[in-house]
């Protein structure tokens, strides 16, 4: 069933990848795989223009400024998975926390810490009105190498300012 899930959420993507660039590509499998959203409010948040500071697909009944921060989260969850599979970064060696501060008419800010050393390894800010699929691609490579840059530094803190 998980491989048959899987499969689905590649096939979806590998649809989606002729208009997006890898990073997109990657995260709509990974939100498809991990039910974040569907396939179309996913080409709805990363094809097509946004009309607002969250895509129509996204805003219910809650405040737009919750949906924002949910499709934050999304993009989040994902470049934090991603940056630990490229630096091959375990949960246990980390205790990365992650935060979104969501602004509907001005940049939103991202943050992504380790809790235990304190270390900010990524610090980003988003302008998600009318954000295109230019801009989402940008803005997740930006997390994902910030955030591989956060983890070489925060295991050089760890072992006393020596790189191995």
Request: aromatic content about 10%; some cysteine; proline content about 2%.
């Amino acid at each position: 069933m998980e491989d048959e899930k899987s499969l689905d959420a590649e096939a979806v993507a590998f649809r989606l990848s002729h208009e997006l660039g890898p990073y997109a590509t990657k995260f709509a499998e990974y939100a498809l795989k991990n039910k974040m959203c569907d396939e179309s409010a996913l080409k709805g948040l990363l094809t097509e223009e946004w009309d607002g500071a969250v895509p129509d697909s996204f805003v219910s009944t809650e405040e737009v400024s919750r949906s924002l921060m949910g499709v934050l989260h999304m993009f989040l969850d994902f470049a934090v998975e991603e940056a630990m599979q490229r630096k091959d970064c375990s949960y246990k060696e980390s205790n990365i926390s992650y935060y979104a501060e969501p602004y509907y008419d001005d940049s939103s800010a991202v943050l992504i810490v380790d809790r235990e050393t304190r270390t900010l390894l990524c610090k980003k800010y988003i302008k998600t009105y009318h954000l295109d699929k230019e801009g989402v691609e940008r803005f997740l490579e930006d997390v994902v190498k910030s955030t591989c840059d956060g983890i070489d530094l925060l295991r050089k803190r760890k072992n006393g300012g020596v790189e191995k």
